[in-house]
């Protein structure tokens, strides 16, 4: 089984991907966070980061090969934040067939634009164990992790002006995306204003 969840920004796509995750006991793969890990270390890719803007295909492609080797993605994995371009998704096509696999579903989330400012605003993450947190979920205390115990912080890339420009960029480049896994006959779509328990009910009516 190999899920990919799109949609714009502040659509939840991380959350939504974990819970989906957790109940098909596969993998989460966010293709962000990897691209993170590495702009800890490359000034280059933390700029580009920071400025909203897209990332090289072949390091995108290579960093998700090296990924999807595992062990533990046997048996399948859930994507989230890759493909972000018509030709991420033919890219990923082609890596997949490479190992005899291919994509099950295209899970793609939709929310309002004012939804997706709220959401932006309200989010945040703990500087020591990662865990998430925003108004789906929101801490028990302001600013702590309800697991650890650590600092909650917002990431320096949400900003009005960011997401402004983040949301446009989804928009340019997501319809010939759709309608590449639409051909395919394996895109859906899911409100995802509603409940992010919903996005798994959703795929289990699909498998």
């Known amino acids: 089984m190999i899920y990919i969840l799109t949609g714009g920004p502040a659509t939840g796509k991380g959350t939504r991907s974990d819970i989906l995750a957790n109940a098909l006991e596969i993998p989460h793969i966010s293709t962000g966070d990897m691209l993170r890990n590495v702009a800890k270390k490359n000034l280059e890719i933390r700029e580009k980061l920071s400025n909203g803007e897209l990332i090289s295909d072949e390091i995108i492609t290579d960093l998700l090969e090296q990924r999807i080797l595992e ?3 046997k048996e399948g994995f859930v994507l989230d934040g890759y493909p972000r371009t018509l030709k991420q998704a033919e890219l990923l096509d082609v890596l997949l067939a490479k ?3 291919a994509v099950t579903k295209v899970m793609e989330l939709t929310i309002p634009d004012e939804l997706a400012f709220k959401r932006i605003l309200g989010r945040s993450k703990c500087t020591h164990c990662g865990a998430s947190y925003g108004i789906d979920f ?5 600013g702590r992790c309800d697991i ?3 600092h909650l912080a917002v990431r320096t890339d949400d900003t009005a002006e960011t997401l402004s420009k983040r949301i446009e960029t989804y928009r340019e480049n997501s319809k010939p995306i759709l309608d590449y896994y639409r051909d395919k006959g394996i895109l859906m779509t899911v409100d995802a204003s509603a409940h ?3 996005v798994v009910e959703e795929a289990q009516m699909e498998i």
């Open 71 to 73: 062990d533990d993605c």
């Open 99 to 101: 190992y005899g696999r």
């Open 138 to 142: 929101p801490p028990k205390r302001k």
């Open 148 to 150: 650890c115990g650590g």
């Open 196 to 198: 992010p328990e919903r």
